[in-house]
């Protein structure tokens, strides 16, 4: 039963409210978790689409480890979906449920930054999520309210242990976990017995638990040896089944549970940090060795079957691949137990040690090296891909192992000895799409458009290479940004987009990379009059509002496909010279464009670049100032300060913030006349001029001509 807590309950709950996530903070035992589960009990009308509860214990302090975590534990709630990024995923289906959802991330173990704060929060589900980050370690510069949780006040302890309990609440420092503990053993003894007895003692809460460990069953005993030489992760009820047997597993959980050792945590069994400390200490010696052999046996042969349970037993293997007294081989199998669960941030040192203990097995070698230049370290994964090569004896194996060699490489900027590999794999079956890659980072954007375009030809229109084709229209596309092509690839981009949009396929990390291609701030349209390209603007704007629509039918109007796929037509139409139909596209989807996406993400920083530019139309250039800094800003961050793309934002902010009066416009102004290229200055010209029209007469025709290529030196 949870007592007390209401103000805290409150406070919590303003947090949620007002500011979409709150850190609970405080010591071990003072009941941050029972807060939590008390709150979304309260709480469960107000969050139908579901709560989502994900413990991060098992995880060491790295920032990016405890993020894989949190993705690790999500995808097993999820289902195991096949997605290669499960937050992104959790984000979409969080954001389209018309009410809000509750995250509690627990067992934060280490310290909360503001980045931090912000990764495991899923900021890019928007107001839909509403998320409790609980951990024991302090908060110092959290972007989100904190909740210090301290003792109990003396009410809510007697509440616990009755009006005679008050000296022993104190002693207690008045903490739940301690006072719940104490109030069991009040059943053999007087609040003063206790209080003389834990008073003597040099820690009074492993007394208390040491009152618990006397007389529990043999079976409850190895429960907690179990969770003490493990992770601290919970304890499935399937391994337990496997490691004491049906029976004796549920006693032995059931008697746990009486006697506040263990508690039910969605599905498995959690053991308080404080309890395993006291299970290492105070329980009779037993050979540790063998129990973690054994322990290993039921974690190796556990089957995959429901994932959450899968995922924490994943964890289990982690901990105990650690172990320096299990047999080599043991070892070996815990390892490609948590490799198998494929995510890379935590499959990573798993994969390096396995590299490091199958040094003469190609496959293995192979794996690492993918492994590790998925997970951003190349030289790693260049030495593995070369270990491989010449151990490869079957010519598919050999030929992957070269390609991870001739990426890594690349990805190091040693070309020059990536490109002997490429000219081996030029000829080889199933290489072209990565050779041609290769020359576009090599910058042959000539070689490598005219190799896509035969590839593409090559792979024909079949279901077969449906993909295939696929992948290399986007690998062109991103070519053709790079060439200068950007109308093709913008097309191009929306065509891929186009062939997914029906079920089965709209979820394929293809639809993904095509937004992030539509979405490229390189891709930005100047805005202006299209003059000869109006009828390709007028088919892509068609194609774009059929396609928004679709998306937004099928995945709902708040998802991010559909929600980029109206940025893109609104740029389409103010191209075609219609800012005041661009701007009642965005108007409709203002509210959640701006909610889903941070201000530095490119459908947002585009958008308000639109509607900069519908307000400077109709001659409100305070708004257009407020919409041109947003861009600029953005801009600034994607593709830096001398952008041709940055200057067109930042030359459009000097002009508003000129004509309405306000400071730094000059500032911002001479910026663009030191730096744009003689390649942008027509462009940005006529963007600025489209933009504000009539009203640029207040500036001298000088401005003007200093940004015209022909007059700049």
Known sequence: MFIGRQAELRTLHTALLEGGACVLAGPPGIG?????????????????????????AGSSADAGEMAATLAAGLRAQMGNPRVDDIVDAFAERVAGEPEPSLLVVDDIPGELTAALVDRLSVPPAGRRLRTVLITNWPVPDASVTTLPLGPMTTDEAAGLLG??????????????????????????????????????????????????FDGLGEAACRVLRFS??????????????????????????DELHRELLAV??????????????????????????????????????????????????????????????LPG????????????????????????????????????????????????????????????????TDPALRSRARLLLAESLDDLGEAGRADHLWTLLASEDGTDLPFLRSRRLRGDHQEARRGLAELIDRLGIGSAAF????????????????????????????????????????????????VRVLL????????????????????????????????????????SLALALAVARA?????????????????????????????????????????????????????????????????????GATHANTLRAELALGVALKLTGRRGAARHMLHVLRHAPASAGIGTELFVQSAFGSGLSVFPSWLWRRLTPQNRE
């Open 32 to 56: 941050k978790t029972s807060l939590a589960a008390e709150y979304a009990e309260r709480n469960e009308s107000a969050h139908p689409a579901g709560v989502w509860r994900v413990s991060l």
């Open 163 to 212: 009006e005679d309990g008050e000296e022993l609440a104190e002693l207690l420092g008045r903490r739940p976990l301690a006072l719940r503990l104490a109030a069991l053993s009040l059943r053999k003894q007087s609040p003063a017995e206790l209080a003389d007895r834990l008073a003597a003692a040099p820690a009074p809460v492993a007394e208390l638990l040491k009152d618990r």
């Open 228 to 253: 003490a030489l493990s992770s601290p992760a919970a304890l499935p009820p399937g391994l337990l089944r496997l490691l004491l047997g049906r029976p004796a597993a549920e006693e032995a959980v």
């Open 264 to 325: 039910p945590a969605d599905g498995a069994w959690q053991v308080h940090a404080l309890v395993r400390d006291a299970a290492r200490r105070h329980l009779p010696p037993v050979d540790w060795t063998g129990l973690a052999r054994r322990m290993a046996d039921a974690v190796i042969d556990h089957p995959w079957s429901e994932p959450v349970e899968s995922s924490l037993v994943t964890r289990h293997a982690a901990r105990l691949a650690g172990r320096p007294d």
């Open 329 to 392: 081989a043991m070892v070996d199998r815990l390892h490609r137990r948590v490799v198998a669960l494929h995510e890379p941030a935590l499959a990573l040192p798993h994969h390096r040690e396995l590299a490091r203990r199958n040094f003469d097995d190609p496959a293995v070698l192979v794996a690492a090296a993918e492994c590790l230049r998925a997970g951003g370290e190349p030289a790693e994964a260049s030495e593995c891909a070369e270990q491989a090569v010449p151990l490869a």
């Open 467 to 514: 993909h295939q084709v696929r992948a290399a229209q986007l690998e062109l596309a991103r070519t053709e940004i790079e060439d200068g092509a950007q109308a093709e690839a913008r097309r191009r981009a929306v065509r891929v987009i186009a062939a997914h949009a029906h079920p089965g396929l709209s979820g394929h990390a293809d639809v993904a990379e095509a």
């Open 520 to 559: 490229d701030p390189r891709l930005t349209p100047a805005l202006t009059d299209p003059k000869e390209d109006r009828p390709a603007w007028e088919e892509s704007a068609g194609e774009l509002r059929r396609l928004r629509d679709r998306y937004a039918a099928s995945h709902g109007p708040r998802h």
């Open 571 to 639: 740029e389409a139409l103010t191209a075609l010279g219609r800012p005041g139909d661009a701007r009642q596209e965005l108007e409709a989807v203002h509210d959640d464009l701006f909610d889903r996406f941070a201000r530095e993400h490119p459908a947002r920083f585009r958008a308000e670049l639109v509607l900069g530019v519908a307000a400077a139309r109709s001659g409100r250039n305070s708004d257009a100032a407020e919409h041109f800094a947003g861009a600029f800003h953005g801009f600034g961050v994607a593709l």
